[in-house]
């Protein structure tokens, strides 16, 4: 009988791979008996990036071990390169392995990119000896950039790949060995990394579906962290078939060599092309994705298609047209040791409660096990995808699963900087503690913010709406705890503001006489009670909604009279503490709102004098607009909400075919009637177009004397986008510094006025 042994970093490498192997002999693993795990044997966790002669010997011993129990056993390598360099009886037993010059000649970044660039679309790049590493001279040989990638000729998972730019060129040329010859290209800010298996056969070649390869930048390295392989369907479908034929074509010629087995290549995509970086004649990272799948389907693993390839000219275990087209629905991201252990304890502590989460890879980790700088530590399996591919040409991670910017960090629990607190729980959610639910639910309950959200009232000072039940909130930074009867915030763990939570509005939980719910129509938050002037909204029944909305179809009627019944419950009672109306929230046939919003409004006015904000459609009679104000309206908001029109029609297909022109008009015709003071504003949804794009926009109102209001794209559950990940926190505070800029050029403040209307903006006033 086969006794087939995996060797390698992982013990995991060989997960969803049945019964093909007896046992594993690697660097980390769990305490299987047939296991032996080089980490067990220690009292830490290593970096298996820097190989020692204490972890080789401890792999080569034990593999001579089991040669001696077993004389028949077999092994397969995770990286089969580094088995030349073992003792001539491990060899003897290693099943898998080439020709050692054809690996040598693909394991070299330098020889495979000459050999890569005659037949297919390969990276320009240029060898330079590291002595000549230098900025001034990469200008002149990279003109018009201004950072460069430069490669180690022989390395793995990024860890000798450097990111160069003028700051940190003496850093990284302290790391460079004079004479050494690097691969040096420029870097491309906008590129999208992606990566492919392939199973090479006498007579095949076996290709899967392509996945995007999640990078990070760490001190100045570009490291290989996870890979999504739903994000990859995303990219454009001719780009896709590119990298496909450029890899089947490259494949071939390596095929030509010689070579048999598991083979992956890298690719970035830059400027709609796949440009070939390397090859991986090894195993992968990822290859466990596609071993889930392949197992869920009762199809062979890639394992198993390894060892076929070197015993059959073609396969019998798969058909080539059925493992391409198999589609692979999970994302993987893996966890080191760095820094700010304060991030992988808050998930590690925080997954089983995240719904995405299929699998939790240890190794043989323990989370109090002290572990070597960037040892790798665990990995999660998630059946959503981690990454957006934006504007089709760059790839941005989720920010509750990346490890945070260390500054925003400190300048959170240091500082208490409410900007960068502000942003971060509009876009990263919070967790309420059980203790805070069920001191909730004691006091009747809390009050609900739109979107499955919260609002938090921090320090008296500060009220700000949070996400709860969006996608990754489990892995918040942010939790509210419950201590000697207070509510606090804390930030990692660490508590930063006092907080309170409003509780439920009991008359919201009421009806109208007609048995119509009073939520329907009327939503109590922060200080602002919002009527909403419609029962449906009409580019929902058009069949063309706004893919990040969560209104449904209608399912109950209700008119003014109804509305005017549930507004007066409110309107009766003065110690509820709202102090304007807000009239709006869904759209109404064109010409059809009129005369509704005109009835409530001069309702409302009969009986209060409270300020009364407009939110609507642009209206397209003028006169429309100048009955509103006679009647008693002080505040309108016609709400482009994303300024490029190509995009606004992708995301918004019916309310964005509606033109700028008409929102011009509508919104002159306000400033007119009520000033340019701030009384007229326009919201956009920051995360749904570039920078560019939005502060065109920001320009465009800001001229017109309308300010803007600033709404972080929140991915709300149940509805088109609801994996569509926010954007990040760094590039909101940058993104919103400039708009700020362009605000004060015109003597306009980022809206709404009032601090507490300021929720669930980026605004930043105090109460």
């Known amino acids: 009988m086969r006794k087939l042994i995996w060797t390698g970093p992982r013990e995991s490498d060989k997960e969803y791979t049945g019964a093909f192997f007896s046992g594993a002999v690697t660097l980390y693993g769990g305490r299987k008996r047939e296991n032996k795990a080089f980490c067990l044997t220690k009292d830490y966790r290593i970096n298996h990036n820097h190989i020692t002669k204490e972890q080789t010997d401890f792999m080569v011993e034990n593999e001579l071990k089991l040669i001696k129990k077993h004389p028949s056993i077999e092994f397969m390598s995770y990286n089969p390169n580094l088995i030349f360099g073992c003792k001539e009886e491990v060899v003897r037993h290693t099943v898998c392995l080439n020709d050692e010059k054809v690996m040598r000649f693909l394991d070299s970044k330098i020889s495979f990119r000459k050999f890569s660039r005659k037949f297919v679309h390969t990276l320009y790049s240029e060898l330079i000896k590291g002595k000549q590493c230098r900025a001034e001279n990469l200008r002149n040989r990279f003109p018009g950039y201004r950072q460069w990638i430069i490669q180690s000729d022989i390395a793995s998972g990024g860890y000798q790949t ?74 454009d479908l001719g780009v896709r078939k590119q990298f496909v034929e450029d890899a089947e074509i490259l494949c071939k010629e390596i095929q030509k060599l010689g070579y048999r087995g598991i083979l992956g290549i890298d690719a970035i995509i830059v400027d709609g092309i796949a440009w070939i970086l390397e090859v991986n004649n090894r195993f992968q990272a990822s290859t466990i994705l596609i071993n889930k799948v392949l197992q869920e389907n009762a199809l062979p693993s890639l ?3 390894n060892y076929e390839a070197f015993h059959y000219p073609v396969s019998k275990l798969i058909a080539k ?33 995240e719904k995405t989460v299929t699998d939790c890879i240890d190794d043989g980790y323990i989370s109090w096990q002290e572990a070597e700088d960037e040892a790798y530590l665990f990995r999660l399996i998630f059946k959503t995808n981690i990454v957006d591919i934006i504007d089709g040409r760059y790839v941005h991670l989720h920010p509750n699963i990346q490890t945070p910017n260390e500054q925003w960090y400190w300048d959170i629990t240091l500082k208490k900087d409410f900007r960068k607190i502000k942003i971060s729980l509009l876009n990263q959610g919070v967790v309420l503690e059980d203790k805070v639910k069920s001191y909730l639910s004691e006091k009747g309950g809390m009050r609900e913010g739109v979107y499955f959200s919260v609002d938090l009232i921090l320090k008296e000072k500060y009220i700000v709406n949070s996400p709860l039940a969006v996608k990754f909130a489990a892995f918040s930074p942010y939790k509210v705890v419950l201590e000697s009867g207070e509510l606090f915030l804390c930030y990692y763990g660490k508590i930063i503001y006092n907080v309170k939570i409003e509780f439920a509005d009991q008359i919201a939980k009421g009806y109208t006489s007609k048995g119509i719910p009073i939520s329907r129509m009327c939503l109590l938050a922060t200080d602002r009670l919002r009527l909403q002037n419609s029962d449906f909204c009409t580019f929902k029944e058009q069949g063309v909604p706004c893919r990040f909305c969560e209104v449904k179809y209608k399912d109950i009627s209700f008119g003014t009279n109804d509305i005017l019944e549930a507004a007066d419950l409110y309107l ?91 929102y011009r008009l509508a919104l002159m015709k306000a400033v007119e009637l009520l000033g340019n003071k701030g009384k007229v504003r326009s919201a956009f949804v920051v995360g749904l177009e570039n920078e560019e794009s939005l502060l065109a926009g920001v320009e465009y109102v800001c001229k017109l004397g309308v300010a803007p209001i600033f709404s972080v794209f929140r991915p709300i559950p149940f509805t088109e986008m609801e994996n569509m990940n926010p954007p990040d926190n760094e590039w909101l505070l940058n993104v919103y510094e400039k708009a700020e800029t362009i605000c004060r050029k015109y003597g306009l403040k980022p809206g709404p006025d009032c601090p507490a209307c300021q929720n669930n903006t980026l605004a930043f006033n105090s109460l």
């Open 162 to 235: 450097f990111l160069m730019d003028e700051d940190n060129e003496t850093e990284i040329a302290e790391k460079l060995a004079d004479d050494e010859e690097y691969l040096v290209s420029s870097y491309y800010e906008k590129n999208i990394p992606v990566n492919i298996h392939a199973v090479i056969y006498e007579q095949e070649i076996l290709l899967t579906q392509g996945s995007v390869q999640v990078m990070g930048v760490d001190r100045n390295r570009m490291l290989y962290r996870g890979a999504d392989y739903i994000a990859y369907r995303n990219i």
């Open 303 to 305: 394992h198993e298609l």
């Open 321 to 353: 047209e059925k493992l391409a087209v198999l589609e692979i629905e999970y994302s993987i991201y893996a966890f080191i040791q760095d820094n700010q252990e304060y991030h992988t304890v808050n998930i590690l502590n925080a997954y089983k409660k």
């Open 572 to 662: 009766a009672q003065e110690k509820l503490g709202f102090r304007h109306i807000l009239i709006g929230g869904l759209s109404n046939h064109e010409g059809c709102e009129r005369n509704i919003i005109c009835e409530i409004v001069k309702h409302i006015r009969e009986k209060s004098k409270m300020p009364i904000y407009l939110m609507c459609l642009p209206s397209i009679e003028p006169s429309d607009i100048e009955e509103y104000v006679r009647l008693g309206v002080t505040e309108i908001g016609f709400n482009i909400e994303v300024f490029n029109r190509n995009l606004a029609q992708k995301y918004m297909p019916g309310k964005g075919a509606i033109p700028l022109e008409r």
